[in-house]
């Protein structure tokens, strides 16, 4: 294949993937029904896996720097 085609078939498999229908959820397909079955709903905490940045101690720069740098 040159380079020519390949973006050339790429862009034939976008415009017939395109095309195709895909079944819609219930939920989204009759939004003012009330009968229809959603999905729960629940809680998650926007910062439950946030780390916490707190101040910390200052440290000898001399030892950071031998930890960090490479060894001998």
């Not at 079955?37 to 905490?45: G, T």
């Amino acid at each position: 294949m040159t380079l020519v085609k390949v973006p050339f078939l790429a862009a034939i498999g976008l415009a017939l993937g395109a095309c195709t229908m895909s079944e819609v959820p219930d939920h989204l397909a009759r939004p003012a029904d009330p009968s229809v079955r959603v999905p729960a709903i629940a809680y998650r905490s926007v910062t439950a896996s946030a780390a916490t940045l707190r101040p910390a101690d200052p440290k000898d720069w001399r030892e950071l720097n031998r930890q960090v740098g490479p060894k001998s």
